[in-house]
């Protein structure tokens, strides 16, 4: 069990450390269907170039209402595949070990820096968009952008922000093309009185 916390201790020291433009395969998680598994992904791809949530987050990096971590993507893939395709061992033989915080799912953490398929880099490539999938329609709470942990809600038009994530293959030396939507400007109230001389 020592050396389970270990490894998962060292895959999340590696998140930590990640640089702009580093991809992290962090785990397998394994699904209802035994020959399926679920791999995330994590990537810091904040630009603050353009983007007011970027900015925020980094200039309260030491809040910790405020995310300046990694943003993280998942797809599903036959084991069978990822054994042939990415030379990756998701098997029952594998070192599996429980997840963290879900109790009866299991992980195995991997770890692997930039991974590839058929040459191309797998990056975390962002989207975001006013349409709810029928979950985020169903926990708008959770699942609209906010400005921080507990912060208002940022809209687009007067619409809620979804930011999704998806995992792209991309030649080396190219960038994802993440789609971040322009959020609505913000009315501050200054209780100013209108009376010169007040």
């Known amino acids: 069990m020592a050396k389970d916390k270990a490894t998962v201790q060292s895959v999340n020291a590696q998140i930590e450390a990640l640089v702009k433009g580093d991809t992290l395969l962090v785990q397998a998680i394994k699904t209802q269907n035994p020959d399926k598994v679920q791999l995330e992904f994590a990537e810091k791809t904040q630009a603050v170039a353009g983007n007011s949530?970027?900015?925020?987050?980094l200039l309260n990096q030491n809040d910790d209402r405020f995310s300046s971590g990694?943003?993280?993507?998942?797809?599903t893939a036959e084991i069978i595949d990822l054994?042939?395709?990415?030379d990756l061992n998701c098997g029952?033989?594998?070192?599996w070990v429980d997840h963290p915080t879900k109790a009866g799912k299991e992980v195995l953490p991997i770890g692997q820096m930039n991974p590839e398929l058929g040459g191309?880099?797998?990056?975390v490539q962002i989207e975001e968009t006013t349409e709810a999938t029928e979950?985020?329609?169903?926990?708008?709470?959770d699942s609209a952008k906010r400005k921080g942990?507990?912060?208002?809600?940022?809209?687009?038009?007067?619409?809620?922000i979804f930011s999704n994530t998806v995992v792209v293959p991309i030649a080396e030396g190219e960038e994802p093309t993440h789609t971040i939507l322009k959020a609505d400007a913000v009315t501050v109230k200054t209780g100013v009185n209108d009376e010169v001389g007040m």
Not at 70 to 75: E, K, L, N, S
């Open 53 to 57: 949530s970027a900015l925020l987050g």
């Open 70 to 75: 990694a943003r993280r993507a998942w797809i």
């Open 83 to 86: 054994a042939d395709k990415m």
């Open 92 to 95: 029952d033989d594998a070192d």
């Open 120 to 123: 191309l880099r797998l990056r």
């Open 135 to 141: 979950y985020q329609a169903d926990h708008i709470e």
């Open 149 to 160: 942990a507990d912060g208002d809600f940022i809209t687009c038009g007067g619409e809620y």
